[in-house]
């Protein structure tokens, strides 16, 4: 059975760093297009970074330069670097697969106050 | 970017009628449109994948169309357990985007 499960967020001072992790089984993260969709409290998801399975990626603008989306084959797990984060990079961020979203983690939640 | 808007922003539906909702995008998107539902607390999950494919699992009365611009997500025989908030998600062109979503509440 295909699952992801993220985990790594928590509360961080504006400025600060957090790496996220969604560990997948079931299904290679390297062969698949693999995705970090967050969404803010109250509001609509939003894609922030994917990877294809040919190790190209992507970054919607607002996290350009501040974020950075990697696998690691030996543990199945894709990883999403935040760093100079803001408050508003708080929400909760999910770990999706394919370019459809059909599987999604529970989420994990990250909190960017002082 | 493309902006994907829905429309209505809140539906209040009596059980066993039929929904309707839409999404227009603001340029042509072919067909890489899918739809999600998402309750509170909860993950959102894919209902619809490219315009009219049901994911798997799906309840058949869950049912999409649409081209280009135009693209509509109606549930036949609204059943209580369909209270939640319905999103449109667009993967033509980066960044991907998602409609702003319509909340169906059961009356």
């Known amino acids: 059975e295909e699952q992801l499960v993220e985990s790594g967020g928590g509360l961080v001072q504006p400025g600060g760093s957090l790496r996220l992790s969604c560990a997948a089984s079931g299904f290679s993260v390297s062969n698949n297009y693999m995705s970090w969709v967050r969404q803010a409290p109250g509001k609509g998801p939003e894609w922030v970074s994917s990877r294809n399975g040919g190790g190209g990626t992507n970054y919607v603008d607002s996290v350009k330069g501040r974020f950075t989306i990697s696998i690691d084959d030996s543990t199945n797990t894709v990883y999403l670097q935040m760093n100079s984060l803001r408050v508003d990079d708080t929400g909760v961020y999910y770990c999706?697969?394919?370019?459809?979203?059909?599987?999604w983690g529970q989420g994990t939640l990250v909190t960017v106050s002082s | 970017e493309i902006v994907l808007t829905q429309s209505p922003d809140f539906h209040s539906v009596t059980p066993k009628e039929k929904v309707t909702i839409t999404c227009r995008a603001s340029?042509?998107?072919?067909?890489?449109l899918h739809w999600f539902q998402q309750k509170p607390g909860q993950s959102p999950k894919l209902l619809i994948k490219y315009v009219s494919q049901s994911f798997s699992g799906v309840p058949s009365r869950f049912s999409g169309s649409g081209s280009e611009t135009d693209f509509t997500l109606t549930i036949d025989s609204l059943e209580a357990e369909d209270a939640a908030t319905y999103y449109c998600h667009q993967t033509t062109r980066l960044p991907e985007t998602f409609g702003q979503g319509t909340r169906v509440e059961i009356k």
């Open positions: 999706t697969r394919d370019t459809s979203k059909g599987y």
């Open positions: 340029q042509s998107i072919g067909s890489n």
